[in-house]
């Protein structure tokens, strides 16, 4: 069997049980869910959260799966940690595995057309203080598009707004929104499916930065390690994954904007409120005993998701400028999106500055750069502070590019409110330059066993 979600609970319930917490007393979807996930937060504590019971609902909700890395890399079965991830996800990326067509799957085990679609019984959250109302989080919205016939799938965000319409916002930077204004602009409707709850693998795979002519099906096959089993969807002309928990599926008419937001989003800021599509939902499919899935936006489970597949694309374009260029990471601290640091085995005057501009053409959202020297750990934010503190001249060594197009959601943007593109980035070269003093060092530290000294 291919694989899905509720293997991947039972792996870990079976070989990492830390991964997982299970709430069986009844929660309000309406805050009290993400107090418990926000609270553990603070303790430092990541696991996956089934909560079993969530008031006004049937179905179990699982939380927070993308929130640690370790289980991230567990569910793809790379044991190096990031750096090793990133190599292998490349791997992926250049070697797609194309899914396969299957006659049916779980995820129709039970069918609700029509009338009979109630998305108001699923376990829908509101997630902070400000937010405009319940979410789905982690729903893929797959598309095709209407001229090539290549699918697209992205998780954007879905306001609950009745039994069977949601808002939808679709940043214009994805190709979900490239799709979908070609329709709105012919006076089409979109078709969409909504994928929720799957294997993390699987979500890691869609969330590459493929161009719009990739599949993203075929990344998640690859990281998958098998081609994704896929059925045909009862009221559109889509194909959705066989081993997924639910789908909605239904349209965007065309012309139809509707207040949406404000929404607590991934900067840790509320992301403003605009006039967006609406999706009417004709169908929903699921497993009989479904889980349904959310991502705990604006935190780890959100941040991590994106940002470790980020990094992969960053690498790879930044390697081509400076092939010199050890590792990049983009750090929590940064939100995984606004900050990348960058290792490199300098050769050359100059290079560090090359590989910022490189990360800058690679990915929007980055606003610092950092280079330093491939002997810093950069999986450690204080040893870059120590490289930036010690080996950074401010006039010199950095460079700023104004007006520039970042992340609508910065807010440090020109307007945020008004939910501009525009800001500033800065390069920062902290690598050791010329005439750099030697560094102090004890001879024989590494010979010393401490259990010989310590009593
Ligand atoms: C949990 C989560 C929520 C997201 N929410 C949104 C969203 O509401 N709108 C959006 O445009 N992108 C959102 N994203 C980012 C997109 O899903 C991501 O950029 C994706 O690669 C876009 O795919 P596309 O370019 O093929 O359309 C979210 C990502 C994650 C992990
Ligand atoms: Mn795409």
Redesign the pocket.
């Known amino acids: 069997m291919s694989k899905n979600l509720r293997d991947f609970i039972a792996y870990l319930e079976e070989a990492a049980p830390e991964h997982l917490a299970h709430v069986r007393r009844e929660v309000d979807p309406r805050f009290e869910l993400t107090a418990v996930l926000a609270r553990l937060e603070q303790e430092k504590r990541f696991p996956a959260v089934i909560f079993h019971q969530v008031k006004g609902s049937s179905f179990p909700v699982v939380s927070n799966m ?1 929130a640690d890395v370790r289980r991230l890399l567990m569910a793809v079965g790379v044991e190096g940690g990031i750096p090793e991830f990133l190599r292998v996800y490349g791997r992926w990326e250049d070697n797609p595995i194309p899914p396969r067509l299957v006659p049916s799957g779980p995820v129709q085990e039970v069918v609700a057309l029509g009338e009979a679609v109630d998305c108001t019984q699923l376990p829908i959250v509101t997630y902070h203080e400000r937010d405009a109302g319940p979410y789905i ?2 729903g ?2 797959i598309m095709k598009d209407p001229d090539s016939g290549v699918r ?7 306001m609950l707004q009745g039994r069977d319409r949601f808002g ?4 214009q ?7 979908w204004q070609k329709n709105d602009r012919r006076n089409r409707p979109t078709e969409v499916a909504v994928v929720v709850g799957h294997h993390p693998a699987f ?1 890691l795979g ?5 161009p ?1 002519e990739v599949d ?1 099906f075929a990344v998640a096959g690859a990281v998958m390690g098998e081609p994704l089993p896929l059925v045909k969807c009862r009221t559109v002309d889509l194909e959705v994954p066989a081993e997924a928990e639910m789908v909605l599926e239904g349209i965007i008419p065309p012309g139809v904007r509707e207040k949406e937001a404000p ?1 607590g ?2 900067p840790g800021t509320y992301g403003p409120m605009r006039n967006n599509p609406v999706v009417i939902v004709q169908a929903l499919t699921r497993r009989h005993d479904a889980y349904y899935q959310n ?1 705990f ?1 604006g935190h780890p ?2 941040l991590l ?2 940002g470790v ?1 980020r990094s992969s694309m960053i690498f790879r374009t930044v390697k081509i400028a400076c092939p010199t260029v050890t590792a990049v990471h983009m750090p929590l601290s940064g939100r995984c999106r606004f900050i990348c640091y960058v290792a490199m085995d300098k050769i050359m005057e100059g290079d560090p500055k090359n590989a910022a501009m490189a990360a800058f053409a690679a990915d929007p959202f980055l606003k610092f750069v950092i280079v330093v020297d491939k002997d810093v750990d950069i999986l450690d934010d204080s040893q870059v502070l120590h490289a930036m503190a010690t080996r950074l001249r401010a006039d010199t060594d950095t460079f700023m590019v104004t007006h520039a197009r970042g992340s609508p959601l910065d807010p440090a943007s020109y307007d945020p409110v008004g939910g501009s593109h525009i800001v500033t980035k800065m390069g920062i070269d902290a690598t050791r330059k010329a005439n750099y003093p030697e560094e102090i060092r004890v001879p024989g530290t590494e010979a010393i066993v401490l259990r010989e000294y310590l009593e």
């Open positions: 993308h989080t982690l893929l919205i697209n799938a992205g998780i954007y965000r879905l939808i916002q679709i940043s930077t994805a190709h979900g929104h490239y799709i979500y869609c969330m590459s930065f493929t719009l993203e929404f989003e991934y991502c936006v489970d959100n998701l994106t597949v």
